[in-house]
């Protein structure tokens, strides 16, 4: 028993330096200077599809007009 004591309370004094290691840097860098923000910019998003509804991401290309469009000249099937 004594000399699991001798290991565990030096890995748990090593554990907790670690946390607040982290905790020190992380308030340091800034992680928490702004907690309300990110909270508020999900509110402000457009729910509405129909304000500024942008064309579908492929520009109503087909798969394969869109496959050869992408390819370089030397590239190009001859028909």
Known sequence: M???LMVLIPTSVLVVALILGVLWWAARSGQF?????PA???LMDDDDPRAGSAPPASGGVSREQDATSRRAPSQS???
Request: proline content about 7%; aromatic content about 0%.
């Open 2 to 4: 004594d000399a699991s």
């Open 77 to 79: 099937i001859a028909p």
């Open 40 to 42: 508020h910019a999900i």
């Open 33 to 37: 200077d702004d907690l309300e923000g």
